[in-house]
T-cell receptor, first 110, second 111 residues
Framework: GNSVTQMEGPVTLSEEAFLTINCTYT??????LFWYVQYPGEGLQLLLK?????DKGSNKGFEATYRKETTSFHLEKGSVQVSDSAVYFC?????????FGPGTRLSVLP | EADIYQTPRYLVIGTGKKITLECSQT?????MYWYQQDPGMELHLIHY???????EKGDLSSESTVSRIRTEHFPLTLESARPSHTSQYLC??????????FGPGTRLTVT
């Protein structure tokens, strides 16, 4: 079946630190891959996406590359800010419905 | 910019009451979804719809029901609320093979 695995949180970083949140997936066919962000008290917002192998999605300083050979889509940011504190979800869609990872909580300290 | 709305944002209600959580989108998307999000953050799909007059149960068993009479509207109803229904409910919509767009959520507390 289809599944998404994310690194367990919480992740706590100091401001300006480098961020990596690991995401690996299992899927049939060629899914599209996504990262969503959820700020406190809000719904999920699309952060970035990639629709085929070797695509790099990027937005607001975040980026992730669709790696088919390692079935991974790791989220990275070079320098995090306090305002990046949120929960991050990796997700895929093989076509019909979405499969979300369990979420990783990020806390950035000033 | 995606436009998907949920009302109410917060609801506190007593056990046994009937409630309807509203969800509307203005993007003309055929596919719509309801998720329950527990305090541990994980999302659980409870209902989805592929279009008007189409409704399906999701992965998580739920005592709620949904309807899809109009493309833009996908309400969720609990006939008799219980404390175990206390949770965050998120509505989403999408186009086929595309990303999902989420509403702001309804935080339900049943006392």
């Amino acid at each position: 079946g289809n599944s998404v695995t994310q690194m367990e949180g919480p992740v706590t970083l100091s401001e300006e630190a480098f961020l990596t949140i690991n995401c690996t997936y299992t899927a049939t066919g060629y899914p599209s891959l996504f990262w969503y962000v959820q700020y406190p008290g809000e719904g999920l917002q699309l952060l970035l996406k990639a629709t085929k192998a070797d695509d790099k999605g990027s937005n607001k300083g975040f980026e992730a590359t669709y790696r088919k050979e390692t079935t991974s889509f790791h989220l990275e940011k070079g320098s995090v800010q306090v305002s990046d504190s949120a929960v991050y979800f990796c997700a895929l869609t093989p076509g019909q419905n979405f499969v979300f990872g369990p979420g990783t909580r990020l806390s950035v300290l000033p | 910019e995606a436009d998907i709305y949920q009302t109410p944002r917060y609801l506190v209600i007593g056990t046994g009451k009937k409630i309807t959580l509203e969800c509307s989108q203005t993007m003309g998307h055929d596919k719509m979804y309801w998720y329950q999000q527990d305090p541990g953050m994980e999302l659980h799909l409870i209902h989805y719809s592929y279009g008007v007059n189409s409704t399906e149960k999701g992965d998580l068993s739920s005592e709620s029901t949904v309807s899809r009479i109009r493309t833009e509207h996908f309400p969720l109803t609990l006939e008799s609320a219980r404390p175990s229904h206390t949770s965050q409910y998120l509505c989403a919509s999408s186009v086929p093979w595309g990303e999902q767009y989420f509403g702001p959520g309804t935080r339900l507390t049943v006392t």
